[in-house]
Each structure stands twice: as C-alpha cells, then as structure tokens.
C-alpha cells in the first residue's frame, strides 16, 4: 500500500519539556487512522507538525510525499484540516462559506458553484444555505466544516478531535462521512479522546506524555492487552 504520511522519529521540544518524544509510525492511503490519547498526550502538537504549521525539533516526516521541514507549503496545498474549534465563519451563510474556502482552496468559480450545489444537497442544508452559520446548531456547523475541509479533492484530511461537544447521533453521521470519504480514497487521520471511536479506525496509535505507546487494528490491542474495549486498554496504558 501506498504510504501518505511517514513519521521517524518526530520530536518536538519546548526548551527542557518534550511534547512530542521521538514518535515513528507510517499512514496508508485510503486508511482511516485513529491518533488516540488523553488531553495534553502530544496529539495536537504532532498533528501541528505533520500539516506544516510548526516546525519539528528533529526526525523526519513526509505527508503526501513531501517534507515537513521543507515542503510545509505543498503539504499544505495537498491537505484538508478541521480544527478542534468550528472553523469556518459565523458571520457569512453556509453558501458564503463555502464560495470563501473554494477560492481561497484557488477552485474556479464554475467548479465552486457545482461543488456548493452538490455539497448543498448531500447535506439536505437546502433550507438554510442562507442563513449564517452562526444561528446553527454545533452538529451541522461540524459537518459542514469536514465537507468544506474536503471541497478540493485533498489525498489527506486531518481532523482535530471533530466530534467533541456534539450528541451520540450527530457523532454517527459524522463517522459515516468519514467512511464514505475513505472508501472514495481520502486517507482520514483524526485525533480523538472518545476512546469508543477507535473502534472505528483501521489502526490506531495511543500516545501517552508524547510517546507512541500502542499502534495497531482495535482488535489486535484489545487482544493484546486481553481488554474487552478501547477504552480498557487505554487506561491500562494510561496508567502504566
């Protein structure tokens, strides 16, 4: 398989505290692969690194076939992101939104507009694809921030603990997008702290104070830690 993202011994370090120690693992295309650890275990810090928005201390890393000390650019061109927080504008419609990140994704205004009429209607957001996100509720504004993060055909889309805050429905239809975007073969990396939906990842890495401490299929840890869920073996590594 081909490999879209290829970690060696990524750190990264601020002054004597080490957020991220020497991690090396290797993302296939099309693979839904699950980040997995506790709030302040490293994940947003090497996610930071790996989408060229900051800088490794030492190692090596390429995403998409380019390198994160060099090529942050094309890394960037070649990648879809949705942050932890909602990121598109409260302030515009869903249909401003979505012209906005076309452009500035350097869509055509032809492809812009076939694209928010599809996108429009996938979503069934039909009847407020004139109001202001603002006035929606958290569940569609996330859906439409993964669609938006997808609007320019990216190899690889990074999501940043995407499901946090929304009800267990919502959190449902947001994993069935995601597989239907890896069954198109938009490999998916997302970070999450729910550690029931590593059961829905190919493989999953758990980090623990900046380390890679597992790497894996669910099923595989689950055996290996003779543990009945995710969340088991979590906090078996967890606490040591």
């Known amino acids: 398989m081909e490999k879209v993202i290829e970690a060696k011994s990524l750190t990264k370090s601020f002054g004597d ?3 991220v120690n020497a991690i090396t693992f ?4 099309g693979e839904i692969f699950g980040f997995l650890g506790a709030n302040g275990a490293g994940k947003t810090t090497a996610m930071k690194m790996l989408i060229g928005i900051s800088n490794p201390t030492s190692g090596e890393a ?13 890394i960037k061109n070649n990648i879809g992101y949705m942050s932890q927080k909602f990121a598109l504008y409260d302030d515009l ?3 401003e939104n979505i012209t906005f990140f076309g452009g500035i994704y350097g869509l055509s205004r032809e492809v812009i507009k076939s694209k928010t009429q599809v ?3 996938e979503l069934n957001l039909e009847e407020v694809e004139n109001q202001l996100v603002g006035s929606l509720p958290l569940g569609w504004k996330q859906k439409i921030s993964f669609s938006v993060a997808l609007l320019h055909n990216p190899k690889i ?3 940043d603990e995407p499901t946090g805050g929304v009800d267990p429905i919502t959190r449902r239809q947001f994993w069935e997008m995601i597989y239907k975007a890896a069954n198109q073969g938009t490999t998916i990396f997302v970070t999450t702290h729910y550690m029931d939906e590593a059961e829905y990842c190919d493989r999953v890495s758990i980090m623990v104070n900046g380390k890679i401490e597992a790497l894996d299929t669910p099923k595989n840890l689950k055996n290996s830690y003779k543990a009945d869920s995710m969340n088991d073996v979590f906090l078996k590594l967890a606490r040591g």
Do not use: N, P, Y
């Open 26 to 29: 290797h993302v296939e295309k």
């Open 62 to 74: 390429k995403v998409a076939g380019f390198d994160v000390f060099k090529q942050r650019e094309s």
């Open 17 to 19: 505290f080490t957020a």
């Open 157 to 159: 889309v990074f999501l």
């Open 119 to 121: 996108l429009i209607k």
């Open 93 to 95: 419609t869903v249909k």
